[in-house]
């Protein structure tokens, strides 16, 4: 069986404190609408976070079995109620298209949020269950798998959801990520490093935010217009944020030539638009700018650089999916999307 190198989007679905689908999170980016606010939460001298956040009332109510499960956090329920309205775009595109069926169980692939350093997992296997309960969608939890790797876990993901339509007969498989970083555990730690901007201003810092999105892949074109996703380039920074090692961005410039070589992107037919998880904070920036370097000869100079934390805050885990479906919306292509993660994983992947 030959390698399976490209899947097609066939639908996506998203919920972004600037928008609550796919075309509005899209608008609000083209045209630059930031939605930083004064944040719930202070720092230790007193000053307000500046944060994003999707509006209470575009969130559907946790569903009531799920009310009173042992070990279901408040950030878990908050991304529960993130993923659902996302995962009900999917389907509502999918209804719309003449002999296409998905009522099967469908296999989820699903980044989440990295844990902080001696914490436990935000996310686990269990959450699939509670989605499913939470969507009233049934989900083949055997085939499905959760990663809790922040901003990078879509594309490994994205790599699971390869490997299983290679050898799975159903045609789809759902990618998707969701996150929110309005937890009071993560953000004492990210205040601890003093890395979240606040109403005082921060050069150095980001602006944690929330979200949710998914995309539908099939193994074919269900119409003329769907854009494609190659098979992503993976890697691990060693010196990522944790890690005593030298930093050096080794790791997502390999994520990028893998991706690019994945797309059989060449000098004459070059990147034209890039879709990068950058927030704000210099740490990201100088990976980037090894990649760019490493990379330089099938990127092409007047690409479009696009880093839309800069309007919805940092996505965390919701990152990847987000930056997909957003570059497939893009009359620029090829694209190419990567995400960070605090820890060592680098991820990345071309839309064509």
Same mark, same amino acid.
């Given at each position: 069986?030959?390698?399976?190198?490209?899947?097609?989007?066939?639908?996506?679905?998203?919920?972004?404190?600037?928008?609550?689908?796919?075309?509005?999170?899209?608008?609000?980016?083209?045209?630059?609408?930031?939605?930083?606010?004064?944040?719930?939460?202070?720092?230790?001298?007193?000053?307000?976070?500046?944060?994003?956040?999707?509006?209470?009332?575009?969130?559907?109510?946790? @569903?009531?079995?799920?009310?009173?499960?042992?070990?279901?956090?408040?950030?878990?329920?908050?991304?529960?109620?993130?993923?659902?309205?996302?995962?009900?775009?999917?389907?509502?595109?999918?209804?719309?298209?003449?002999?296409?069926?998905?009522?099967?169980?469908?296999?989820?692939?699903?980044?989440?949020?990295?844990?902080?350093?001696?914490?436990?997992?935000?996310?686990?296997?269990?959450?699939?269950?509670?989605?499913?309960?939470?969507?009233?969608?049934?989900?083949?939890?055997?085939?499905?798998?959760?990663?809790?790797?922040?901003? @990078?876990?879509?594309?490994?993901?994205?790599?699971?959801?390869?490997?299983?339509?290679?050898?799975?007969?159903?045609?789809?498989?759902?990618?998707?990520?969701?996150?929110?970083?309005?937890?009071?555990?993560?953000?004492?730690?990210?205040?601890?490093?003093?890395?979240?901007?606040?109403?005082?201003?921060? @050069?150095?810092?980001?602006?944690?935010?929330?979200?949710?999105?998914?995309?539908?892949?099939?193994?074919?074109?269900?119409?003329?217009?769907?854009?494609?996703?190659?098979?992503?380039?993976?890697?691990?920074?060693?010196?990522?944020?944790?890690?005593?090692?030298?930093?050096?961005?080794?790791?997502?410039?390999?994520?990028?030539?893998?991706?690019?070589?994945?797309?059989?992107?060449?000098?004459?037919?070059?990147?034209?638009?890039?879709?990068?998880?950058?927030?704000?904070?210099?740490?990201?920036?100088?990976?980037?700018?090894?990649?760019?370097?490493?990379?330089?000869?099938?990127?092409?100079?007047?690409?479009?650089?696009?880093?839309?934390?800069?309007?919805?805050?940092?996505?965390? @885990?919701?990152?990847?999916?987000?930056?997909?479906?957003?570059?497939?919306?893009?009359?620029?292509?090829?694209?190419?999307?990567?995400?960070?993660?605090?820890?060592?994983?680098?991820?990345?992947?071309?839309?064509?």
């Amino acid at each position: 069986m030959s390698a399976l190198n490209q899947l097609f989007i066939a639908a996506t679905g998203m919920i972004t404190p600037v928008g609550f689908n796919t075309a509005m999170t899209h608008a609000a980016v083209q045209a630059g609408i930031n939605v930083y606010e004064r944040g719930s939460y202070c720092n230790g001298n007193v000053e307000a976070l500046t944060m994003t956040q999707v509006p209470d009332d575009a969130l559907p109510p946790l @569903a009531a079995p799920l009310i009173d499960v042992l070990g279901l956090t408040a950030r878990q329920a908050r991304m529960l109620q993130l993923a659902a309205p996302a995962i009900e775009q999917i389907y509502q595109q999918m209804a719309e298209l003449p002999n296409t069926d998905i009522s099967a169980p469908m296999a989820v692939f699903l980044a989440g949020p990295e844990p902080i350093p001696n914490a436990p997992l935000p996310i686990r296997s269990i959450f699939l269950k509670h989605l499913q309960c939470q969507i009233e969608k049934p989900i083949d939890l055997d085939n499905s798998k959760v990663f809790p790797m922040g901003r @990078a876990g879509a594309f490994f993901a994205l790599e699971s959801a390869f490997q299983y339509l290679q050898t799975s007969s159903q045609p789809f498989a759902l990618v998707g990520g969701v996150d929110t970083f309005w937890h009071a555990t993560t953000l004492s730690k990210f205040m601890q490093d003093k890395r979240v901007k606040t109403e005082a201003g921060g @050069a150095d810092c980001f602006v944690p935010g929330e979200g949710a999105g998914f995309i539908l892949l099939s193994k074919q074109a269900l119409s003329p217009n769907n854009r494609a996703i190659t098979r992503p380039g993976l890697a691990a920074e060693e010196g990522h944020r944790y890690s005593d090692e030298p930093y050096l961005g080794n790791g997502l410039a390999q994520a990028f030539t893998e991706a690019v070589g994945f797309a059989n992107i060449m000098p004459e037919n070059n990147i034209k638009a890039i879709y990068s998880s950058l927030n704000g904070e210099l740490f990201g920036g100088k990976e980037f700018g090894v990649a760019q370097v490493r990379n330089a000869k099938v990127i092409s100079p007047e690409a479009n650089h696009q880093h839309p934390a800069d309007c919805y805050g940092d996505l965390g @885990a919701a990152t990847g999916p987000v930056l997909l479906a957003l570059a497939a919306l893009n009359s620029a292509k090829p694209s190419i999307c990567y995400g960070s993660s605090d820890d060592e994983f680098r991820g990345a992947a071309c839309v064509v």
